[in-house]
């Protein structure tokens, strides 16, 4: 099993860029499709963007799209999440979550389907 541990959380103004980072340890990192995922207060656990084992496909919700990127660095267990043009309500607990699965391409959106989840990093933007 993997552990995924998140860094790179921060305090920003709207329009900037910010970089949010997902390591792990034990396991077979390419054996997991990874997910990002936020939840702001009061609201429910939401994904945000997921990259498959092979890093060939990703996935966005439509909120971030065209300011997020997701990439992934299976030498050195990696998941970057870019963030530009960041905007108050992008203000979340920014989870990273493994999902186990011997397909290349899939990348799960629904929460329960992720085996592994990190603790979560705070990215807060102000207006």
């Known amino acids: 099993q993997v552990q995924p541990v998140e860094s790179g959380g921060g305090l920003v103004q709207s329009g900037e860029s910010l970089s949010v980072s997902c390591a792990t340890s034990?396991?077979?990192?390419?054996?997991?499709?990874i997910g990002w995922f936020r939840q702001a207060p009061g609201k429910a656990r939401e994904f945000v963007a997921g990259?498959?084992?092979?890093?060939?496909?990703?996935d966005y919700v439509d909120s971030v799209k065209g300011r997020f990127t997701i990439s992934r660095d299976n030498a050195k267990n990696t998941v970057n999440l870019q963030m530009n043009s960041l905007k108050p309500e992008d203000t979340a607990v920014y989870y990273c979550?493994?999902?186990?699965?011997?397909?290349?391409?899939?990348?799960?959106?629904?929460?329960?389907?992720?085996?592994?989840w990190g603790q979560g990093t705070q990215v807060t933007v102000t207006s």
């Open positions: 990259v498959s084992r092979s890093g060939g496909s990703t």
């Open positions: 979550a493994a999902y186990s699965t011997f397909l290349s391409d899939y990348i799960p959106r629904s929460r329960s389907q992720y085996n592994y």
């Open positions: 034990r396991g077979t990192f390419v054996m997991y499709a």
